[in-house]
């Protein structure tokens, strides 16, 4: 059974800290992607990396960073928490097939206070 | 800009009847059309795909047709069932290798009794 895990279910950090949200995929996928769910703006993309050390800047890429040393984990990382940035954070990841899907792990819901 | 649109924020359906959810996309590049679906405190898991060079795609209760000319898609329910009930997104990609996968904002479909 595929599996993208995300390592907290729930988290809640205070404004200015330094965040890290860690993502680890078991299927050897190329291309793995950070978004965020908010009411109304269904998921956007933050980061997308289709390699290790690659990495693309999505449609909201401001106050992120990521880092993907090994391929099978993706780490999104909240440099100066603010609380515009509590959402609910979802990792995937997919194959580099023109017609693969993408498997979600079960998000994280961030509350920064 | 938003690149795939999803009009209907919610949708409300008798059981046993037919849901159609829609989905608008602008970028002509994209060839590869994806449908999810979102219970809450879950991530999105895959629900049927289409390529751009078909025009509908069957999977049981589930059909997605694609509309190239006006840059449609939709999602046919027939019967809806309880366990419909949930957030569907559309997502649209271009179908090379590194390629990122965009969202709309989603439509949250009820299906009543």
């Known amino acids: 059974d595929v599996k993208v895990t995300q390592s907290s279910r729930y988290l809640v950090k205070r404004t200015g800290e330094k965040v890290f949200l860690e993502c680890v995929q078991d299927?050897?996928?190329?291309?793995m992607f950070w978004y965020r769910q908010d009411p109304g703006l269904g998921l956007r993309l933050i980061y997308f990396?289709?390699?290790?050390?690659?990495?693309e800047k999505g449609d909201i890429p401001e106050g992120y960073s990521v880092s993907r040393e090994k391929k099978e984990r993706f780490s999104l990382i909240l440099e100066s928490a603010s609380t515009n940035q509590t959402s609910m954070y979802l990792c995937?990841?997919?194959?580099?097939?023109?017609?693969?899907?993408?498997?979600f792990g079960q998000g994280t819901r961030l509350t920064v206070v | 800009d938003q690149q795939v649109k999803q009009n209907s924020p919610s949708l409300s359906v008798q059981e046993g009847r037919i849901s159609i959810l829609n989905c608008d996309y602008t970028?002509?590049?994209?060839?590869?059309f994806l449908w999810y679906k979102k219970y809450p405190a879950e991530g999105p898991t895959f629900l049927i795909s289409?390529?751009?060079?078909?025009d509908k795609n069957e999977d049981g209760r589930f059909t997605v047709f694609l509309n190239k000319s006006a840059k449609h898609l939709s999602l046919h329910i027939v019967p809806s069932q309880p366990g419909d009930s949930a957030v569907y997104f559309c997502?649209?990609?271009?179908?090379?290798?590194?390629?990122?996968?965009?969202f709309g904002s989603g439509t949250r479909l009820s299906i009543r009794p």
């Open positions: 289409i390529s751009s060079i078909k």
């Open positions: 299927m050897d996928h190329e291309n």
């Open positions: 990396s289709y390699d290790v050390k690659m990495k």
């Open positions: 970028n002509s590049m994209f060839d590869y």
């Open positions: 995937a990841s997919s194959t580099q097939d023109p017609d693969a899907e993408a498997f």
């Open positions: 997502a649209a990609s271009v179908g090379s290798s590194a390629s990122k996968i965009i």
